[in-house]
C-alpha cells in the first residue's frame, strides 16, 4: 500500500465524518466478520439502507429476482469443448436441460438459490486432460459465492459469508472508514487478497455518497483537521480526534498536531541497530472504529501480497514500531522542517532534507556508533 498514492484526497465538495450525521447502516453490534450475524442483523442492515435511501425496495426485489435467474446455466455447459466432444453437437444441449431440469434448485454447499452456476464436482485441476472433467455426472450447481472459493487463487474464500465485491461495501458502508488507507487495511485483515485497484474502485462510492443531500458519508480531510498521536503497550502508533479519551493501555504522544504534519521517529530492532521512520499523519491508522473482538489499534498493520510463483501466501505482518522495535525517540515534523539525526551535545548531526519517504532506513554506520541518539527538527524550504 503506497502511503503517498493520490487515490485519499478529499475534495471541497465533500462532507467529512463530522458532517455526515446520517448512519446509512446500523453503527455497532456488527464486528468486523458477519460470520455470526443473526438474521435479525441482517434484517437491520437491509431496513437501514432503505430509510436512510441507499436503495429502495424496488431496487431491491428487482435484483434479487436476478440473480434468481439461473442464466447460462444450461448453455455455458453446452457450449463447451469438453461436452461437445462427449456428447456431440446434436445432443448436448439436450442432456444439459435434462440435468438442469432434475436438480434441486439450490447450491450444493449453502442451499441458496441465488445466482446459480453449474460447477465441477471434481474440478479440471485433477484430470491430465481438463476436457475429460465434462462429462454430466460431474457437475452441480452451486451458488457464485461456493464456486469461487474453491479455486486455489481465493486462499481465504469461505472464512465469511459475504463475497468480496459484498465485503467490500459491508466495510465501507458499517465500519465507515475514514480514509482510504485504512479502507485497504480493513479490507486486508478482513482477508482479502485482491489488488489495491478492486479497492480504489470499490472507494468511489465514499466519494459519491459525501457528497449527497444530506451526506451520506464523510472522509477524512487531514488538510484541515488536527489529531491526537497514541502509542499503545505493545508498541502500536495510531491516531484520534484531538481531546478524545485515551485508553487505560495507550498513552498520548502527542495532541492537536496537524493532519499534513508527519510523525518521525527512530527505532532499535533486537540485533540493535537503529532505523528511521517517517509517517505522514494522513497514512496513520485511526483507532476509532467498533472493530467486535479486535483491538482498537488492529488497523497497524502491514500487507505483503501473496507470491503465487513462489508459492507463497500474503502477510500481515505489524506496522513498525509495533513488533520488535523499541522507540528511542521521536519527533513530530511540520512541512516546512527538516530532520536532524545526532546527539544533541555532541557528535555528527544529519539533516533529512526529504523525510517523507522513509519507512525503516538503516542509519548510516557513523551515526550507529554515536550514543543517546535523537531526533530534531530545523526549519528549511518545503519539500
Not at 50 to 61: H, T, Y
Not at 191 to 211: F, K, N, P, V
Not at 284 to 300: K, N
Not at 348 to 374: A, S, W
Request: aromatic share 10%; glycine share 6%; proline share 6%.
Amino acid at each position: 500500500m503506497n502511503r503517498d498514492h493520490p487515490i485519499d484526497p478529499h475534495f471541497t465538495d465533500e462532507a467529512t465524518p463530522l458532517d455526515a450525521t446520517v448512519d446509512v447502516a446500523p453503527v455497532a453490534g456488527f464486528g468486523l466478520h458477519d460470520s455470526n450475524w443473526s438474521e435479525s442483523q441482517w434484517q437491520d442492515l437491509i431496513i437501514s439502507f432503505v430509510e436512510n435511501g441507499l436503495v429502495n425496495w424496488k431496487e431491491l426485489g428487482a435484483l434479487i429476482l436476478g440473480h434468481l435467474n439461473p442464466s447460462q446455466t444450461g448453455t455455458s455447459l453446452a457450449s463447451s469443448d469438453g461436452f461437445k466432444r462427449r456428447y456431440g453437437k446434436g445432443n448436448t444441449m439436450r442432456i444439459v436441460m435434462d440435468w438442469a431440469y432434475a436438480q434441486t434448485g439450490q447450491c450444493q454447499d449453502c442451499g441458496s438459490r441465488l445466482e446459480l452456476q453449474a460447477d465441477h464436482i471434481e474440478s479440471r485441476e485433477l484430470f491430465t486432460d481438463p476436457l475429460e472433467a465434462d462429462y454430466i455426472e460431474n457437475i452441480t450447481l452451486r451458488c457464485r459465492r461456493c464456486n469461487v472459493v474453491r479455486r486455489p487463487s481465493h486462499e481465504q474464500g469461505g472464512k465469511t459469508f459475504l463475497t468480496a465485491e459484498s465485503a467490500l461495501m459491508w466495510i465501507l458502508l458499517v465500519i465507515k472508514p475514514r480514509t482510504y488507507f485504512d479502507f485497504v487495511r480493513l479490507c486486508r485483515i478482513y482477508g482479502m487478497t485482491m489488488a489495491d485497484i478492486r479497492m480504489q474502485e470499490a472507494w468511489a462510492m465514499a466519494h459519491w455518497l459525501s457528497r449527497n443531500d444530506p451526506p451520506l458519508y464523510g472522509i477524512e480531510n487531514d488538510e484541515n483537521a488536527s489529531y491526537d498521536l497514541l502509542h499503545w503497550q505493545t508498541g502500536e502508533i495510531t491516531r484520534t480526534d484531538a481531546c478524545e479519551t485515551i485508553p487505560d493501555n495507550a498513552k498520548k504522544l502527542y495532541e492537536n498536531v496537524r493532519g499534513n504534519y508527519s510523525f518521525a521517529f527512530l527505532a532499535k530492532a533486537e540485533d540493535g541497530r537503529i532505523k528511521l521512520f517517517n509517517y505522514p499523519l494522513r497514512w496513520i491508522p485511526f483507532s476509532t472504529y467498533d472493530l467486535g473482538e479486535m483491538p482498537p489499534y488492529a488497523l497497524a498493520i502491514r500487507y505483503t501480497p501473496p507470491n503465487k510463483k513462489k508459492g507463497l501466501a500474503q502477510r500481515i505482518t505489524p506496522l513498525p514500531p509495533s513488533g520488535d522495535l523499541i522507540i528511542v525517540s521521536h519527533v513530530v515534523v511540520a512541512p516546512n522542517e527538516h530532520l536532524v539525526v545526532g546527539n544533541v551535545n555532541h557528535g555528527d548531526k544529519t539533516t533529512i532534507k526529504d523525510p517523507v519517504n522513509l519507512n525503516g532506513k538503516l542509519l548510516d554506520r557513523k551515526l550507529q556508533k554515536q550514543h543517546d541518539l535523537q531526533l530534531s527538527v530545523a526549519s528549511g524550504e518545503g519539500y
